[in-house]
């Protein structure tokens, strides 16, 4: 999509040897420096020259249309003086060809992707650290689906293990047990396998079970997680998290594709028996350069797998999948493990998912009430969320119906949620606080919904809107303009969030194009324009504005609003 041909294609004239991509254009610094600009620094690149070189050449060479009023030289950049109107329209004309897809590159058009994320332990509920996990894997989905990738979603079910064992044993009859139940059973049952010897062996003989293939054992494992993770997803599909295939850890028990990656350890010397009698990965025969994290346990004294070598397996399963794409959503505490995967695969001549690292989400309240006493669940921060949007919205629009007023909460609730962490590189912790989160104002998601229900009402009251895109599309503030730049961002924005793994950029430009929208509504009246060519070409500004904002809000998994 290229949203400035009328400029690109004489610079291409000049330089056949780049493309579109290679010209990345935006609004200057200060609109006394011009309309547009183009920076030569990838062009440069690929060129060969200086940036600033390459600058003069094109004002020097490039013919330009009398759109162009002037083309300026200033340093790495030309700026350009435009005819405002004739490119304001051909960005509301783009906006309104491509509609809902607006924005994407279809850089994954005939490609696939694989991501895997979230994967909470069947014996937990989903806490506020998982749901970052959560949130930033389901708008990495969303971005990469934008982009036109065929994207399968799986979430892997840690199934078989010494706490889920517990718990299997501590259920006698599962179909009769909600998820809370689950949590509390197992509580129990961990407290009592620590001062009960022989209940907690009674638990590793049940594994030992699922290991050798036992078909009541295995019945009963997965009854008890089958209940489990359904009470995880009734929590994790109020943020709208979906997922599409669920793989299941016991399946690789005795996965025989191991036997080749443990003989291509043997062939590195770099597989060992410890001191428990575990065959264990000495990594650094693998180049691995630090002691914390050397070794690496696959399986027990008496043959049964670790979870370490079933993650193996599972990760060898998903790359068979040849996916174009590989993906894993991780807490920062996973890096390691991570690394330790990546060296173990390719000893064995195999590549390994390309990791996304998330950080810590702290509560700038300190720690909540709940049930597990030290660690705030996700539905408890729901719950308190939608309860105190509910509590603005009410306030705010009391004559609305209550059942209105609660849909607008629950959308506003995760809006605040979603936003409020995806807004933040993931690299880096989040530090939530309540009151900030759910303000209308300021930057949050509450407010950017509270934009798309200020333009939702402009044009209801403006009525059906042109067919098509009139000639004079007049544009006479610099407010305006600023806008319409903005929108003509999204695309590079969008391919800049694909390729850094982060949907941050996407959250932050749907700020600052609401705040733009902002300052537009209050210097460039729309319903009472002065003119009827100012009226028509500022309402299709706003339906444009309405478009890209949806997009950008589809990507994070946020509704834009109607009405609030």
Same mark, same amino acid.
């Given at each position: ?254 996965? %025989? $594709?191991? *036997?080749?990656?443990?003989? !291509?350890?043997?062939?590195?010397? /770099? ?6 009698? @575990? =065959? ?120 609305? %119906? $209550?059942? *209105?007023?609660?849909?607008? !909460?629950?959308?506003?609730?995760? /809006? ?6 995806? @807004? =933040? ?134 509704? /834009?609003?109607?009405?609030?």
């Amino acid at each position: 999509m290229n949203l400035f041909e009328r400029l690109s294609k004489p610079i291409l004239e000049v330089f056949p040897g780049l493309d579109t991509g290679d010209l990345m254009f935006g609004a200057p610094p200060n609109p006394d420096m011009g309309d547009v600009g183009v920076r030569m620094f990838e062009a440069a690149k690929k060129l060969r020259m200086a940036p600033p070189q390459i600058a003069q050449r094109v004002v020097g060479e490039a013919h330009f249309g009398p759109e162009v009023v002037e083309a300026r030289a200033v340093g790495p950049f030309v700026n350009f003086r435009l005819e405002r109107a004739v490119f304001a329209r051909d960005i509301v004309a783009a906006i309104y060809a491509d509609g809902e897809r607006f924005g994407s590159n279809g850089s994954g058009d005939g490609r696939r992707a694989l991501v895997e994320h979230t994967s909470i332990n069947p014996n937990a509920s989903p806490h506020v650290g998982r749901a970052r996990n959560a949130m930033i894997g389901d708008s990495l989905v969303r971005l990469l689906r934008f982009e036109g990738y065929d994207v399968e979603v799986q979430y892997y079910v840690n199934d078989i293990g010494r706490q889920i064992a517990l718990l299997v044993l501590a259920c006698e009859d599962p179909g009769k047990m909600t998820f809370d139940d689950m949590l509390t059973t197992y509580g129990a049952a961990n407290a009592r396998a620590e001062t009960d010897p022989q209940f907690a062996a009674q638990g590793y003989e049940l594994l030992a079970q699922i290991e050798e293939g036992d078909p009541k054992a295995q019945q009963r494992f997965h009854a008890v997680t089958e209940m489990c993770l359904r009470g995880q997803l009734g929590v994790l599909e109020r943020l709208g998290a979906r997922y599409d295939v669920f793989v299941r850890e016991s399946q690789y028990v005795r996965d %025989p $594709r191991l *036997e080749a990656v443990l003989d !291509a350890l043997r062939g590195k010397d /770099a597989l060992f028996t410890d001191e428990e009698g @575990r =065959v264990t990965v000495d990594l650094s025969k693998l180049g691995y350069a630090y002691e914390e994290g050397r070794y690496a346990a696959l399986l027990r004294s008496n043959g049964s797998s670790m979870y370490f070598y079933r993650d193996l397996a599972y990760t060898m399963d998903k790359l068979e999948r040849n996916a174009d794409l590989n993906l894993i959503v991780l807490g920062e505490d996973h890096k390691l493990y991570l690394q330790q995967l990546t060296l173990i695969l390719e000893a064995a001549g195999k590549s390994a998912p390309e990791g996304v690292p998330y950080a810590h989400i702290l509560l700038k309240e300190g720690k909540m009430s709940t049930r597990q006493g030290n660690v705030v669940l996700l539905s408890d921060f729901l719950d308190e969320a939608t309860a105190r949007a509910s509590e603005k919205v009410g306030e705010q629009w009391p004559d609305v %119906p $209550r059942d *209105e007023q609660n849909a607008i !909460a629950e959308k506003v609730a995760v /809006a605040a949620i979603r936003f409020a962490i995806l @807004r =933040v590189n993931a690299n880096k912790n989040v530090i939530f606080d309540w009151a900030s989160a759910l303000s209308f104002t300021g930057d949050t998601g509450p407010y950017i919904q509270y934009c798309c229900a200020r333009i939702n009402s402009i044009l209801r009251k403006y009525g059906e809107l042109e067919a098509t895109i009139p000639d004079a599309f007049p544009v006479e503030t610099d407010a305006e303009w600023a806008l319409l730049m903005k929108l003509a961002e999204f695309p590079d924005t969008v391919a800049g969030a694909t390729k850094q793994r982060s949907c941050a950029p996407i959250a932050q430009y749907a700020l600052e194009t609401a705040r733009l929208f902002t300052a537009f509504y209050h210097d460039c009246p729309v319903l009472k324009a002065p003119e009827e060519t100012q009226r028509v070409a500022r309402a299709l500004v706003c339906a444009a504005t309405l478009q890209t904002l949806e997009n950008a809000l589809g990507i994070l998994g946020i509704n /834009a609003l109607e009405r609030m």
